[in-house]
């Protein structure tokens, strides 16, 4: 079996999209898709993102998620499955072969990368894929689909934030989805400041890390 830190220079000199599941990709799923195709990248999917493509490899860390929608992965992709994860649990749904990724999770941990292990404190699927695109060698690093728990504003709490259209946020408290939202930005400044750089390319409320053009109408 295979682990995230054992494998070297899988995206060298390759552009990567990690896919969220946020509402906006309903919007950009066209513009992405072209963006894709046209640059020949690769994808890191997180949770369930299927409806937007078969990414190559699909990162699992949640395990509610994954009882949830493990049944979507893809059988073109390769699952990426926490170390938490056992192999009863990950097979009741998946019978083909996966990566584990090793990690720990603690708050106020400082960022950095072992033989086996990659340490920080990362909350997210999303934030630890960047963290093993970065491992891989990408070229370029953009992700798409992050939006944020609190992007569709307080005013519009009742809509769901998922862009396959069910499912609310992680609580009805949008003060709390709030502050979670602050720790992803630092987890994603901390990324930032360890030396791996990435870009937003889908609305999102972590702004500092928002470039819209790449997938403007050209």
Not at 134 to 148: P, R
Not at 150 to 172: C, L, N, R
């Amino acid at each position: 079996m295979k682990a995230v830190c054992d494998i070297k220079g899988e995206f060298d000199d390759k552009d990567v999209v990690i896919i969220g599941a946020g509402g906006t990709l309903s919007l950009y799923k066209d513009k992405l898709n072209k963006f894709i195709i046209a640059n020949n990248v690769k994808t890191i999917g997180i949770n369930n993102m299927v409806g937007i493509c078969s990414p190559d490899y699909h990162l699992w860390t949640n395990t509610k998620r994954y009882i949830d929608f493990g049944s979507c992965i893809s059988p073109k992709s390769i699952p990426i499955f926490s170390h938490k994860f056992s192999c009863q649990f990950i097979r009741r749904q998946w019978d083909g072969d996966f990566i584990r990724v090793f990690y720990s999770d603690v708050k106020g941990r400082k960022i950095s990368i072992g033989k086996k292990y990659i340490d920080g404190y990362f909350r997210t699927a999303g934030c630890l894929a960047i963290m093993i695109a970065y491992i891989w060698g990408a070229k370029n690093i953009y992700i798409a689909g992050m939006d944020g728990y609190t992007y569709i504003g307080k005013e519009d709490w009742v809509v769901g934030q998922h862009f396959y259209g069910s499912g609310m946020t992680d609580s009805s408290d949008w003060d709390m989805e709030k502050d979670k939202d602050d720790i992803v930005y630092r987890i994603l400044k901390n990324i930032d400041s360890f030396g791996v750089k990435f870009k937003i390319i889908t609305p999102t409320v972590f702004v500092d890390f928002y470039d819209k053009s790449l997938l403007s109408e050209k």
